[in-house]
Nanobody
């Protein structure tokens, strides 16, 4: 069993920055592929960013160049640095863990790829 706990959300003005953290426990973190997703009210959950167990990163086009995903295996934590925030970034942000690290990660953008989810942290960007 894996537990994921997000933190770092809050209210920020457009153009500002936030750093989200996701602390994992329960299994060997370094073997997880990790993803960040978000869900705005009335919308489906959408992919934001992902990082492979080996360090490769992937981003949604809407956040590329503004968001950076990283991981610290010593701290069992994955981060999402969000810069130049826009009102349309307002959503609940969720981290997710995929333990199937031996299987090709071509569907990193799909929520169904991931085995474990955190409870979410709210991000609100005011205009």
């Amino acid at each position: 069993q894996v537990q994921l706990v997000e933190s770092g959300g809050g209210l920020v003005q457009a153009g500002g920055s936030l750093r989200l953290s996701c602390a994992a426990s329960g299994r060997t973190f370094s073997n997880y592929n990790m993803g960040w997703f978000r869900q705005a009210p009335g919308k489906e959950r959408e992919f934001v960013a992902a990082i492979k167990w080996g360090g490769g990163t992937y981003y949604a086009d809407s956040v590329k160049g503004r968001f950076t995903i990283s991981r610290d295996n010593a701290k069992n934590t994955v981060y999402l640095q969000m810069n130049s925030l826009k009102p349309e970034d307002t959503a609940d942000y969720y981290c997710a863990a995929d333990y199937k690290y031996l299987i090709t990660y071509s569907n990193y953008y799909s929520p169904t790829r991931y085995d474990y989810w955190g409870q979410g942290t709210q991000v609100t960007v005011s205009s």
